[in-house]
């Protein structure tokens, strides 16, 4: 049953997995800790984290994980946790595969049809929208501390990493090291 | 070499290489496939880049898909997806089956501490930057509030929103098509 749904969770977030790998935390969120609470806010943060420092896409990245973690967590063991990972990161690329077979049979005729770009002029705004909820359902006493200490540290670090990624673009990796660093030293 | 072990050889390599995502893949393919080996035109390389960024899907994912379903159909497809996702995979799954125990040092948990809101802060900035590249205007600003507030106050599933908002845009283009 956990397989299951674990396959139809991703295949779901695969399925409508619109506008990159931000825009689909949102999705993997909703599904995995708000829907089913296989990770816990701060393990989903920390798993965006490692995927930032790790080679490939949050997509596969967060797929791989929950699947192992998630099959963990109910009591099975190693063996059945990496069977469960291999099902997830097959059942998030499986519409792709799908969509393409479909594509090239179809869909690059319509590809410049008024209706998909109709379409697509309602996801652009909303896919807008994901992003911005990802971010607001992260900023919770899980991810920034209950204590007042905690919480000051963590306002004041995500104030600064966001003026230095969104004014100067400064290199995400970079900015999660330093930010590990002030965590190490402050809560030491 | 035979074709595919060759093809899931060159995107395992570029999956390994690199950090951060999809787009960070897309000049290295380009160099590997278009330059070097001249196996896909440029226009042809272009073209699937657009179509990549228009189906649902990872990025990275569809790219090596796409162009490997035009190469050699469905196995080409195969060999390339898998040669791109195996590094990731491999390198999570190692960190999953150590992650647990390596966080119960005391020092650990304090790094991720200050982690947390960074990459809250990461994920909150390109927010911006999507809705200049989106069309965000005062007339459509209500689409993404709504959204958010939905999911966010709500928990509603981000899925209703992605076909909510494909639909509604859908019905828009009809109504204003016929008048």
Redesign the interface.
Known sequence: MLFLQLFYAFF?I??????????????I???VV??HAWLTS?EF??I??????????????SA??VG??AVVNAGYS?AW??LG?IIT?GA??L???I???L??RF??KY?KH??V???????????????????????NGE???TANV?II???I??????IA??RFKAN??L??VL??????L??? | MNFYIKSFLIFTRIGMFTIGGGYAMVPLIEDELVDKRKWITREDFLDLMALAQTVPGIFAVNIAIFIGYKLRKFWGAFWMALGTILPSFLVILAIALFFQQFKQYPAVENVFKGIRPAVVALIAAPTFKMAKSARINRYNVWIPIVSALLIWLLGFSPIYVIILSGLGGYIYGRLKSKH
């Open positions: 779901k695969g399925l409508f997995g619109f506008g990159g790998g931000y825009a689909m935390i949102s999705m969120q909703g599904e708000t829907r701060p943060t920390d965006i984290a490692i995927s930032q420092m790790t080679p490939g896409p949050i997509g596969i990245n791989t994980y192992y973690t190693h946790g990496i990972s990161t998030v690329v519409p792709s595969f969509l393409m077979v594509i090239s869909f690059l590809q008024p209706a770009s109709s379409v697509f002029s309602g996801l652009r705004p909303g896919v807008v929208g994901l992003l911005a909820a990802a971010a607001l359902v992260l900023m991810n920034f501390g905690q540290v963590s306002i670090l995500f104030v600064t990493v966001f990624s969104y995400p990796i900015l999660i930010s590990g660093i002030v965590g190490y402050v809560y030491g």
